[in-house]
T-cell receptor, first 115, second 115 residues
Framework: NAGVTQTPKFQVLKTGQSMTLQCAQDMNHEYMSWYRQDPGMGLRLIHYSVGAGITDQGEVPNGYNVSRSTTEDFPLRLLLAAPSQTSVYFC??????????????FGEGSRLTVL | AQSVAQPEDQVNVAEGNPLTVKCTYS??????LFWYVQYPNRGLQFLLK??????LVKGSYGFEAEFNKSQTSFHLKKPSALVSDSALYFC?????????????FGKGTKLSVIP
C-alpha cells in the first residue's frame, strides 16, 4: 500500500525561487493537510482541505498556496521562497468516517532548505 | 484556543524499565487526545487516542496512556521499554466537534532507551 506519498524528499532553493511540494494519497481520504516541523516547535498546520475544491488556512499559512482539484492530490506551493521556510514539510490525510477521531496518516516528509 | 504542553524535551530510560512521557492539555469542552510517534527520517505514526470511556487507553507496540481530567493530563506509558522504542513522541489535542485537521501538537519529547 502506497498510503501518502510526498515528492521530492529533499530540495534546496535559493531565496526568491518558487517550487511545489507534491502530495498524493491512494486511500480515498477526504481530509488532507500540510504541516511544517521545526526543531522545538512541533508540527504547525499550514493549510488543509476537507474535500476536492475546498481549502482553508491553518496556523501558519503566509507564503504558501494550496489547491485541491482532485481527492488524491494536495500540492503545496511556495511562490517566493525565504530562508524562514527552511523546514521539514509533512502531508497528512484522514478519512471522513475517522474525521472526528483525528487519526492522521502522514507521508514521510519533504526536507526543504532555502539559501 | 487549544494547546498541548510536553514539559520534557528528552526522556532517558534503561531498557526493561517502565517509561512515562508526560503531556498536559488545554481545550474547551471534552478533549480528544492522541499520541503519535516519529522514527528518524520518517513521518508520524498514530499510537493511540482517547475520545471517551475508560481513562486507560491501550495502543500499538504495548503503549498505553492514562487520561486524567482533573489534572488535564494524558501521559504515555509502557511497562517495559525496548531500545526500538527510541523515537520522538508527540501529544496532540483537539476540541469536540472539530475536524481531524484541527489537531494541535505538542513540541515533542525525544525518548532514548539505553541498552
Amino acid at each position: 500500500n502506497a498510503g501518502v506519498t510526498q515528492t521530492p524528499k529533499f530540495q534546496v532553493l535559493k531565496t526568491g525561487q518558487s517550487m511545489t511540494l507534491q502530495c498524493a494519497q491512494d486511500m480515498n481520504h477526504e481530509y488532507m493537510s500540510w504541516y511544517r516541523q521545526d526543531p522545538g516547535m512541533g508540527l504547525r498546520l499550514i493549510h488543509y482541505s476537507v474535500g476536492a475544491g475546498i481549502t482553508d488556512q491553518g496556523e501558519v499559512p503566509n507564503g504558501y498556496n494550496v489547491s485541491r482539484s482532485t481527492t488524491e492530490d494536495f500540492p503545496l506551493r511556495l511562490l517566493l521562497a525565504a530562508p524562514s521556510q527552511t523546514s521539514v514539510y509533512f502531508c497528512a490525510s484522514s478519512p471522513r468516517e475517522r474525521g472526528n477521531t483525528g487519526e492522521l496518516f502522514f507521508g514521510e516528509g519533504s526536507r526543504l532548505t532555502v539559501l | 484556543a487549544q494547546s498541548v504542553a510536553q514539559p520534557e524535551d528528552q526522556v532517558n530510560v534503561a531498557e526493561g524499565n517502565p517509561l512515562t512521557v508526560k503531556c498536559t492539555y488545554s481545550v474547551s469542552g471534552n478533549p480528544y487526545l492522541f499520541w503519535y510517534v516519529q522514527y528518524p527520517n520518517r513521518g508520524l505514526q498514530f499510537l493511540l487516542k482517547y475520545i471517551t470511556g475508560d481513562n486507560l487507553v491501550k495502543g500499538s507496540y504495548g503503549f498505553e496512556a492514562e487520561f486524567n481530567k482533573s489534572q488535564t493530563s494524558f501521559h504515555l506509558k509502557k511497562p517495559s521499554a525496548l531500545v526500538s522504542d527510541s523515537a520522538l513522541y508527540f501529544c496532540a489535542v483537539r476540541g469536540p466537534g472539530a475536524g481531524s485537521y484541527q489537531l494541535t501538537f505538542g513540541k515533542g519529547t525525544k525518548l532514548s532507551v539505553i541498552p
